[in-house]
DNA sequence: CGTTGTGAAGAGGTTCACAGCA
DNA sequence: TGCTGTGAACCTCTTCACAACG
């Protein structure tokens, strides 16, 4: 039941917290690049990437001593390790099935097509929609998904559907052999151990910032209530 | 420097952690409701929100004790208890700066307008999409800004403008007293004490996902040359 | 009885503070 | 000297296991 996996020589147990800092970092360290700057210390970097330097060094001790003590590190040495590190010196295939709203800005996204990601593959279920251009790619009946996914190795899906397809089209993709997704549908998704799921949702974002902006609002609406009710001793 | 509020009588600490989590089971209750479920036990409701039962029991306990022994949660109840804690018993105005392929989406977006959230200004900064109707609002300028903020008793902004405008635009929304930010745009934001923000990033999602599809086919690229020159001694 | 609510133990993440090194 | 890398302390979150209770 342990995840751990003990292949290859170094430590391969890299906290999950770590690995969703690495793109902040490596961004960083890309601006960086573009301004010619060669060496940066944990502190400039972390004030970059918007966290502690304390933070920063040992994030980056995981990866291994890729520093120099008294100097700092050099960006594109570390832009390199870092890219390694999370698999970005391969190229990675992704589908996007959805094409409403959401599904056209993802495949309309410049940043999308950032190193290491391909756009293969556009699918709907809307005939409308189906054999329309999008950025360059022909948007494919979903029909054809088991098909597309193997013939374009397809590795990464991005689910911008409906939430009432979300789930059949989240098995269909898995039993294809993806197992990484990317969901923008609200629905929590059920899928076999081994196969990962990220989520992205507008609307749970929401609701916590609303929470916080009650707190400083001073405390949830039902309180003076639930005072007054103390008070008169029910 | 400590951020515990202790107003009110009631404990108001509720863990991080746990507020992200009850958007999931606001969602989940009112799936429940909708079939005319009426109550629900802490393992229909865990399954329902993909955790296990013991986190979604300590996550609700942090609210008050809303269950009963033996039988478990009213839906309907639970459902109140949720959203007034999340503060979406009141109206929040939220604002969408950047109508570019994205910010479109967004105001398109049904689930946007759930409960507890109006969405009350569009703004961008260009002229041809200035003036536009989108979803029955009309682009105002970003020059109006301020005053719209002002006017609309703005709490939350969307920003989903490019990277280059992003932090221009936070110092704006923010000394226009917005405290509650939504960033699309791939930059770290810097803010003042009590402003929040939270980053919805594809890249960084994707780039996640890269980590671990590249662990599950055998660890990082460049292992087999580390382990040639730990081999030749170097 | 069956299920909640919760102390206590455990795991994971962050921060501190400084030894170690270029 | 100045900055990295890291043990140790601290804090937060998760899980366990069971007492409390309708």
New binding site residues.
């Given amino acids: 039941m342990t995840r751990r996996s003990t292949l290859g020589a170094r430590n391969r147990g890299i906290?999950?917290?770590?690995v969703a800092?690495l793109p902040v970092y490596l961004r960083a360290l890309h601006t960086l690049a573009e301004r010619d700057i060669v060496t940066?210390?944990?502190?400039e970097?972390a004030a970059a990437a918007g966290?502690?330097?304390?933070?920063l060094?040992?994030?980056?001790?995981h990866l291994?001593?890729?520093?120099?003590?008294?100097?700092?590190?050099e960006v594109q040495y570390l832009v390199y390790q870092i890219s390694r590190e999370l698999g970005l010196t391969q190229d990675w295939s992704v589908a996007i099935v959805g094409l409403g709203n959401l599904g056209r800005a993802l495949a309309g996204y410049g940043g999308f097509a950032s190193r290491g990601f391909r756009m293969a593959a556009l699918l709907d279920a809307d005939p409308v929609i189906v054999g329309e251009r999008i950025n360059g790619l022909t948007v494919e009946h979903i029909d054809k998904l088991e098909q597309i996914i193997a013939d374009c190795a397809i590795s990464i899906a991005v689910l911008a559907v409906p939430a009432s397809a979300a789930q059949p089209v989240c098995d269909r993709v898995v039993s294809s052999g993806v197992t990484s997704i990317l969901n923008f549908a609200p629905v929590v998704l059920a899928v076999p151990e081994g196969v990962d799921v990220r989520k992205v949702d507008l609307s749970i974002e929401l609701q916590i910032l609303a929470f916080h902006e009650q707190r400083k609002a001073g405390g949830p609406a039902g309180v003076e209530q639930e005072y007054l009710e103390a008070v008169d001793g029910s």
Avoid: M
């Fill in positions: 906290p999950e917290a770590t800092r940066v210390s944990s502190e970097l966290v502690n330097s304390a933070k060094r040992k994030d980056l001790s291994g001593s890729y520093g120099t003590r008294g100097v700092g590190y």
